[in-house]
């Protein structure tokens, strides 16, 4: 460029590079958005990474969009205005989210209000915090706890608590469940395949191969595109799982089929009857 010194240009543009992944949001006249862009900057040089930077852009404008339909900024925006913004993310937006995934636009809008304040942009967060629960957040726990049960206590687990029986093997009278064989048979069939709750909630017997009172050893099924990433896949259902339909097919599922015939044959003949007595 002319009149600039080859060597002080490289200087600038080494001394101020961008590490790679940083979003810069632009104007319509292709300048940095400020002062959002510096706190993305910010971000980079905190070493956040680029796909959680990226997702904060999408908040980010998301934000300005709906203030700017507003007649609003950063700046002017209030508690009301953020909340509204949150309620039109969870129900009106053309993408909505769930309430656990909003956590991570609170988060974005979190960090960017705290980082405003820092530089004297805002004089604070345009909402009320208290020192149980951000009132942007959902309350919804991040925290999970989970611990891995051993092969001991998912027996306990499957047969106490879902099968009826006391902790000597004995029956226990007292269990107020509802169809102990066929919750065993389905807690193992989610244990061994890893289907989520989704996938085996919608499978049907003959999908299984048990029809005619046939069952086969292994079974291989297709599930439905029902769960995470609505992407459909197979799974493999070894002998334990299937041995423990029988149980199942042989005591619960004959009553159950005998009760649910007599429903659907009252359901059927009613309007039949109430059509002959208005004739």
Known sequence: ??????????????????????????DDAMRPIEPVSSWFRRLAWRRRKAKTMRSYAYTVLMLLGFLQARGLDLRSATE???????????????????????????????????????????????????????????????????????IE??????????????????????????????????????????????????????????????????ADVDLAACAKRKQPRSAYIPADAMELFDPYLTIERPEIVAAAQRTLRRQHRGPVRREADRG
């Open 1 to 26: 460029m002319a009149g600039v010194d080859r060597s002080l240009l490289q200087d600038a543009l080494v001394r101020h590079k961008l590490p790679a992944g940083t979003p810069v949001l632009l």
């Open 153 to 218: 206590q998912y027996i306990y687990f499957r047969d106490v608590g879902f099968g009826g029986l006391m902790p000597d093997a004995g029956l226990d009278v007292t269990f107020r469940g509802w169809r102990p064989h066929r919750n065993r048979a389905a807690a193992e069939l989610a244990l061994l395949t890893g289907m989520r709750i989704q996938e085996w909630s919608t499978l049907l017997l003959p999908e299984l191969g048990l029809q005619d009172g046939c069952r086969p050893r292994t």
């Open 80 to 150: 009301s205005d953020i909340l509204q913004f949150r309620q039109w993310r969870l129900d009106d937006a053309e993408e909505t989210v769930e309430e656990s995934s909003w956590d991570r636009d609170a988060a974005a809008i979190g960090q960017l209000y705290d980082f405003l304040k820092d530089i004297g942009y805002v004089p604070a967060r345009p909402w009320r915090s208290t020192l149980q629960r951000d009132s942007l957040a959902s309350g919804i726990s991040q925290d999970v706890r989970v611990r891995h049960m051993d």
